[in-house]
Nanobody
């Protein structure tokens, strides 16, 4: 499984961005896909996950502002980020889980200016 994350950029506080994570390879083996982020000097943390059935889970810090969704026909997972805050600044990574392994994509940088 290969993952390609995109959509990061520079945005002002209160703005929006949509990240995409496109999967290729053995995509039929993927169960859950998640978005994680890592801010400078901090540990990588979970942002949101979505299962193959569409069940979602969010970190408390992003609930009500971020929405994760998936388009199975396009093998793509999205993270719609609204009401962005400076503390959302981080490199965002997608991660795919199968029954036997997990895979990381490269990161995409999100910078939120105050």
């Amino acid at each position: 499984v290969q993952l390609q994350a995109s959509g990061g950029g520079l945005v002002q506080a209160g703005g929006s961005l949509r990240l995409s994570c496109a999967a290729s390879g053995s995509t039929s083996s993927i169960n859950t896909i998640g978005w994680y982020r890592q801010a400078p000097g901090k540990q990588r943390e979970l942002v949101a996950t979505i299962s193959s059935r569409g069940s979602t889970n969010y970190a408390d810090s992003v609930k009500g502002r971020f929405t994760i969704s998936r388009d199975n026909a396009k093998n793509t997972v999205y993270l719609q980020m609204n009401s962005l805050k400076p503390e959302d600044t981080a490199v965002y990574f997608c991660r795919a889980f199968t029954l036997v392994a997990d895979y990381w994509g490269q990161g995409t940088l999100v910078t939120v200016s105050s």
